[in-house]
């Protein structure tokens, strides 16, 4: 049974994450749980996914692995409000549109929906896929998806990550983390084990599927958008009562675009065609006039349009949004904090063609400074948004820090903490400088209870697996350890600046020097 688990669950192999539940927090806000997550920093192996279902440790897997492939995806439902969060509601959504997925209760008491191949598939079209999804069960286009990254880029220190997601059945014989069926009554592992199999897919059979949402989503729609914008092709099923201005404006980029100089005359059609209460003519008037010179382009995540948007599709039509969508400010998503000994922010960023890519800041101030947060996009992402004014740019930052992600590296394995035992060796075990002028040789002299040494020749001690740069090296040894740098000491020869450290000693750390062999070995 491990084994068909195993298959089901199979992801980036050389590292998985963990969720400690003996540090949980409790969202009040949400009235949902939040554990204490970690990478284990280690290869994953079947023991731990026994220890798991076991409920010895509860793992999460990274979906996609080094070569950007996955063999399931998953759509995290995470509400605004557990308590009041209705199951049945997207049970019936599933049933409705016969969608081939699996949903499982999540740790919190949210649902993870669960998209399972036959073979391996692109990690980019399992978004598009899960993206897709969205639109039948009538989830927000910011719903977490798995994988959020298409590719894994190493970090500084080479290491592939990204984003985990937190396997169900954890302690299977009393588990919270259970699949459900239609009625929301709860499989044992036997029967999820074979309701994931059964839903297996080819990725023919999932370009069917994502065919078959798309129009049954876009039906009825009115013709005049099949080139242009999903979200005004949704809208125009029926006319608006609320949102006009908003729809109003959006569909003056569109015909901008698709009817040239015959713009005005559209809009002025399209204000008695789509709205319930239509502008009177002075007020369409006004508008027309104050849009003739308006290049802003759409506005993809403003109410009443956000929730209609299909820009995996939109950016390949003709009068969609990718002409504009260099303006538009992109949609962020996935935001953790890392609290590594230099702390680091990660997120995701929705290019203009509907491509997620990881992004990385080490500057707290990232996003507090728009002008920051813009070069990072420019930098890794690679195309430059339209920056937004000051009280659009503070709704955005109130609506990006709602749900962060708080990642903490596990015990022992922070720089600071593998920066001790070189720092031991260089002071304790290496050469004994005999002197205090051997400071300027490269050794340490150690006198009154303090380590002296020059940074420059303690950091090309260290192996070449140590990724840290010198500047972050210091700052670990100025943090965590209390060193001074640039210290005046009087040596034989005059006065030098160098590093005091307070003496290190035995009983901080457990040291175990090399046994010397027999000769006979």
Known sequence: MVDEF????????????????????????????????????????????????????????????????????????????????????????????????VPCRSKSGG????????????????????LTLLLPLDL???????????????????????????????????????AVNKNNEPLSLEEFIKAAQNSRLTALELTSLITRCNEEVLKGGDPEFADGPCCLQRLSKNKLTDGRDRFMYNYMVFAKKKYKDKWQDKVSAANYSYLTDPWDKSHLDKKIKAWDKDTAGHTCNDEIIGPQCMKHICVKRAFGVVSDATKAFPLISGLQILYYTIPVLRFMVEKPDGTPVQCEATDPTTFTTQRKLLNIIWLQAHFMPEPLNPTKYREFLNQVIKKPTVIRPAEGTEDKDQLYPHL???????????????????????EGGFHYFLFPSFFETLPTRWKASSKDTGIILKKYYAAEFGHPYNIETGTIRCVKLKQLHIDQIEHHPTEKKKDNY
């Open 6 to 101: 195993i298959k089901l669950f199979t992801g980036l192999t050389e590292n998985f994450g963990k969720a400690d539940m003996s540090k949980v927090e409790f969202d009040k806000e949400k009235n949902k749980i939040k554990p204490y997550y970690v990478w284990a920093q280690q290869p994953i192996t079947p023991t731990h996914y026994q220890q798991h279902l076991d409920g010895k440790i509860s793992i999460g897997i990274q979906p996609c692995t080094r070569e950007g492939k996955v063999s399931f995806g998953c759509i995290d439902v995470d509400p605004n409000n557990y308590k009041d969060f209705k199951v049945s509601a997207l049970l019936f959504l599933i049933e409705q549109h016969e969608l081939p997925v």
């Open 111 to 130: 649902l993870h929906i669960y998209l399972y191949m036959k073979e391996e598939i692109s990690a980019q079209t399992m978004r598009d896929a899960l």
């Open 140 to 178: 927000k286009r910011t719903t977490e998806l798995y994988p959020k990254q298409v590719e894994l880029v190493p970090d500084e220190k080479g290491n592939l990550a990204g984003n985990f997601i937190n396997l169900p059945y954890q302690n299977k014989k009393d588990t919270t983390r259970y």
């Open 424 to 446: 031991y060796e260089f002071c304790i075990n290496g050469v004994k400088a005999k002197s205090k002028s051997e400071i300027r040789g490269g050794l340490c002299w150690t």
